[in-house]
């Protein structure tokens, strides 16, 4: 029995036929079993009874040495080639399996019942405001056992849920705040790659996220609908969508804190004729895009269609020269390049044309200019014809009027298409033009202005903020000046500002407070010495208001404004979550005496830096990487457009989009980009 | 030298420290560099020299046998463990560099030129026909040098992109025709799958493969536009597309032979409002379900929804037990059991109801009776409410109107609906009944009629072909009695039908000839002795006319009409392309004498016979199988789920549409089904 055992365990160790035989003769050649038992321990491994190999070595010396060698080689190698395709098949195997056990464990076959304490508020909301409408209070996802608990709590109210708004839930404490989120799109867009989803090297579901599973991980309700106006006194956000009768219907939202975060527009310039050109600013547009292309293939196809028809059908142009139109070029480009013969009659490849039209003297022109010379030279290289000082006009329905400067002439052209891209920089929305209006600061007709710490310009209670592309942050010192300079005179007990003289010791004092108020203006404000000696002109030892004045403005007009990027939402958004969540655990606490001018948000948060980290582009197989340091741009084929999709793989929102990203991108590789519309 | 080489040979081949000690003392005892000479070997695969192993074991034992055992031993473990996760970590990091390497040679950056001869007669086509349209004889696709060559090419022009088209297509010999396909889809649409991209269990675009890339295989030539009208005696297909104006364009198409593939549109049995329903037979309508169902949830969630709204918004009605109804509703009732709770108020699962309104006394009523009360038991478990025996009379904006008998008074109920789904069995598309206008002898209302040889019946040349949904075989073998007996009493001399007489071994010769014409008849016509016997009614020993005709008239009326379904338009494409490849070959050699009535398909491959391999139906998390065998029907939970999926997984048009599918269902097991609208 026991050899038998012994014969087992060792089969159970090699697995494999050879071993098996060898053991059989030594064991069989006069060995006592006795001599055999001690060898015999279980691994704690493995579980399965074995005997240690020297054992065998020993006896194997014994005489038949040769035969013996022979065969251990084969066993040997047999055994490592089985051994391996064994644990290769059932590590594949195990997760195959594991993964299908995952899998029947996510179906649900009854549903789980159980009492709801919806509140009665949610159900049947109270009606007011200054149109007498419901105000949601409490919402159908709230805790019906909790109503009075939560009606007590601050209400946030985010409208948006683009970067800005996705990165203020992030980072927000939801034990502070009762948080909706007021968005007509029930999804986040991941906007970078949105030109790749207009040719199909991205699907458009790779790049949204449900807005709804940002919103679940912090206990914040959403609700699809439009943002109309806003009641700044009675703190109403007057809010609609269209009813299940198929009419319009307002309610009210009631917020204590509000963040507006509804984006922008793209921008027309005053030109006539848009209904003819496509935009590129939401997955729909994306849709849009990549269906129309096609559609122009399939007619290009077709026996009925002229040759000058075909050439029109497959003129595609893109005005605006930024990074959305050159991003958009280069993956049209390369669809075109890759997947059109693949698939299509060669005449169209033959016949296809791209024109950017831009209206500076180069693509990119926010890029560092080696970038854009680089990109520009790859597109000549591509066929890709570069349009610079170019000024559209005009669209009609199927063509584009531009003037160019040649020779110092301006000479009006036309470019026929197929399809025209119109991304030209960003507009004030009409929501954002609504409560522009109600605000008598706001001057700006292209972006609600705040200051430095996010809140809304004009608004009296100082407690609505505005964050990403529908905002920017107000740098105009300038008008700032007189107050400020009123302060100063006011600290030293001068009446009349025009009067004031800050000597060196002064000066040095008061810088501090210009930077705390006014970050960005910290790298203009580094070598005091030099610039009190630069700006004190008639050498007097103090700067007078002329001068402090002069001074101050020279600053203000290095400043740019920030520019309208995912990155400085994000960073606003961020910034606002750690500020609110500051602000609920500090205002309680807060004796209004300490806090300087009154001004809460100062007290307990420092004032929004934008950071900037780069910008990269697209240009089509290829890709650019502005870091913002003089020198450091840099760019360039293959590599480089894996660095670029690296880039915004890591910042993809959640492991549900990076998977999506990853599988399409692999989905490119094997089987091209799939040409058909629907 | 050589030892210091010997080490490091040594250490590339066992990579950790003790190993390379080890040898550090067994070299260093006295052994002379030059006994180990010989034994160094280059290894073919490593391509790094090692020593072999044998001759350290030998060494070994050498006196120094117990710290070399304990040494060994650890080394051992860690050699294995390390040599492991080494293996493992180079085949995943090889999987993923050949990965990308094979991803890099897929991006091209200069276009290839080349210089192209389009056929002159493709891009100004001669017009003519009665209508004097342009004809596309030749393509823009086709080889300008060889533009003569095809001319004289047999045409063969298919319409449609579904089943059967793509059966033909990828059946279909290229070189014997100049193949053209036309359709308005430029994709092939995975029907059976298409319930579950309605809810987001597959993306549409994992069901769907470019139908250019199925006709690029052979060479075949797709153009996107609508079939209008045929011209049977000049051979002309009338086809219209918008053009690049926007205005509607015709052309002629011409052909040699012409298959008819175009499937079939909703049936509406009459019923009135079928403007408020959605319909589910094409990518578009799963994705407007899935946006209006999502939309449905959002408009629950707002706080000016009432109760009854909400209830009315979520309330799901299903008109139509068949396959596609049935599984619709289980995909349904899956994602608001298992997502919904997930991302939605839980106040919308308490009030959400799904309704199964059937004409019939049970819902899949073509399957087997156990197969259909499993599914209904199913139902009742999950509260899907059946309501059997109902017949819909109206549709109005938000409720379905309906008539059920209930203890023998047929009682008008009505159903408040969010969304209604309309699936109730197949008419003919506008364009069939145009072509069976044109014909006298097609009198069926509800497709086209075709022979046993799939011969759309009254075209004069027999050269007109229809597959699929579109299409039925002529099972009434009555009407053809007449000119079959007149065929057989011509055979015996006798001048009147009527008086013809069969004894048995004429009738045994003549039922062959029956079964080959209508080979659905095989199963019918087994025992012939027994058949004779019994419409032997007067026992002569004779089949008289009249005995003959009743026996006919029994077995026709036990044939049934083909099912329309993928299965059966996918035998009918195989079966044609088969047929059209041997008559390519066999015509020209063919003597029309050697041609029984003239009729060359008949001479050269068998009639049509319709093999039933099964239905299946998903059920919610589990699935029936209907086999047509009795007794061998068989349904249940999660195993039949996935022998479902995998039975759909293994038939998938293509390795993309199989990697998609597989990709779609781990994504429902990882994330969910994400429930996003646009």
Redesign the interface.
């Known amino acids: 029995m026991l050899r038998q055992r012994l014969l087992t365990t060792v089969s159970t160790r090699r697995v494999i036929a050879p071993a098996v035989a060898r053991v059989h003769t030594t064991v069989g050649r006069g060995t006592t079993l006795s001599s055999l038992r001690p060898t015999i321990v279980r691994s704690p491994l493995l579980g399965a009874v074995r005997t240690p190999k020297?054992q065998f070595?020993v006896l194997a010396?014994k005489g038949d040495e040769k035969p013996l060698?022979r065969r251990s080689k084969l066993a040997r190698a047999l055994f490592k080639t089985f051994a391996?395709c064994g644990?290769a098949t059932l590590t594949i195997g195990g997760a195959i399996v594991a993964?299908?056990v995952?899998?029947?464990s996510?179906?649900?076959?009854?549903?789980?019942?159980?009492d709801?304490a919806?509140p009665q508020l949610?159900?049947s909301?109270r009606r007011g405001g200054p149109k007498n409408l419901?105000i949601?209070e409490i919402?159908?996802?709230d805790d019906g056992d909790e109503a009075q608990k939560l009606l007590d709590k601050p209400r946030l109210v985010v409208l948006g849920s683009g970067w800005g708004s996705v990165a203020l839930l992030k980072n927000i404490n939801p034990e502070n705040y009762h948080v909706t989120v007021i968005s007509p799109?029930?999804?986040f867009l991941y906007t970078p790659l949105l030109p790749s989803a207009t040719v199909g090297t991205l699907?458009?579901?790779s790049l949204?996220e449900?807005i709804?599973?940002i919103t679940?991980k912090i206990n914040a309700h959403?609700?699809?609908?439009n943002a109309e106006s806003v009641d700044f006194s009675e703190k109403l956000v007057e809010v609609s969508?269209?009813?299940?009768?198929g009419k319009s219907?307002?309610?009210y939202v009631p917020y204590d804190k509000l963040i507006v975060g509804v984006g922008s527009k793209t921008r027309t310039h005053g030109v006539e004729g848009l209904e003819h050109v496509n935009f590129l600013k939401?997955?729909?547009d994306a849709?849009m895009i990549r269906k129309k292309v096609?559609e122009n293939f399939?007619?290009a196809?077709?026996?009925?269609?002229t040759?000058e028809?075909r050439r029109?059908?497959l003129s595609f142009v893109v005005c605006g020269g930024g990074p959305t139109g050159v991003e958009f070029a280069a993956e049209l480009f390369?669809m075109l390049?890759?997947d059109l013969?693949?698939?299509?009659?060669?005449?169209l490849?033959?016949e296809v044309s791209v024109h950017i039209v831009q209206s500076r003297s180069h693509i990119l022109n926010t890029y560092d200019e080696a970038l854009s010379r680089y990109a520009e030279d790859r597109f000549s290289?591509?066929?890709i014809d570069v349009l610079t000082n170019a000024r559209v006009s005009k669209i009609e329905e199927d063509k584009v009027i531009f003037t160019q400067q040649e020779g110092g002439k301006i000479i009006t052209k036309e470019l026929p298409f197929?399809l025209c891209l119109w991304s030209t920089g960003v507009a004030q929305t009409d929501f954002c033009q609504r409560i522009a209006e109600l605000l008598d600061v706001q001057k700006n007709s292209h972006a609600l202005e705040t200051d430095s710490h996010l809140r809304l310009l004009g608004t009296p209670m100082g407690d609505v903020y505005a964050i990403g592309d529908c905002s920017t942050v107000q740098n105009n010192i300038t008008s700032h000046i007189t107050e400020f300079l009123k302060h100063v005179a006011w600290e030293q007990g001068i009446k009349d500002e025009k009067s004031i003289r800050l000597t060196f010791d002064q000066w040095r004092k008061i810088v501090p407070r210009i930077r705390k108020r006014f970050p960005q203006t910290t790298d203009h404000l580094r070598r005091l010495d030099k610039l009190f000696e630069a700006y004190d002109e008639d050498n007097s030892g103090t700067l007078e208001f002329d001068e402090l004045k002069k001074l101050l403005e020279k600053i203000d007009s290095k400043l740019t404004s920030l520019p309208a990027t995912a990155q400085r939402a994000h960073q606003q958004g961020q910034y606002l979550a750690r500020k609110l969540n500051k602000l609920a655990q500090a205002t309680p606490g807060l004796e209004m005496n300490d806090i300087v001018d009154g001004d809460v948000d100062d007290a307990v948060y420092k004032a929004f830096v934008y950071k900037h980290l780069g910008s990269l582009a697209y240009v089509?197989?290829a890709a650019v990487f502005d870091t913002g340091i003089s020198g450091l741009s840099f760019g360039g084929?293959?590599i480089f457009?894996?660095l670029w999709r690296s880039v915004y793989f890591a910042q993809s929102v959640s492991?549900?989009t990076r998977?999506?990203l990853a599988?399409d991108?692999?989905?490119?590789?094997?089987?091209?980009r799939?040409?058909?519309?629907?």
């Open positions: 020297p070595r010396t060698k391996f644990f993964f299908f995952y899998d029947a996510t179906y649900k076959d009854e549903a789980d019942e159980s709801l919806v949610a159900l909301p419901p949601a919402l159908v996802d799109s029930n999804y699907e458009v579901r949204i449900p709804r599973s679940g959403f609700l699809k609908a969508q269209i009813g299940p009768d219907r307002s309610f939401d997955v729909n849709r096609i399939e007619q196809c077709l026996p009925t269609t040759d028809e029109r059908l390369d390049n890759e013969t693949l698939r299509y009659p060669r005449i490849r033959n290289r591509q066929q197929g089509g197989n084929g293959l457009l894996y492991a549900r998977m999506l599988m991108w692999g989905k490119r590789a094997l089987f091209g799939d040409l058909m519309n629907f």
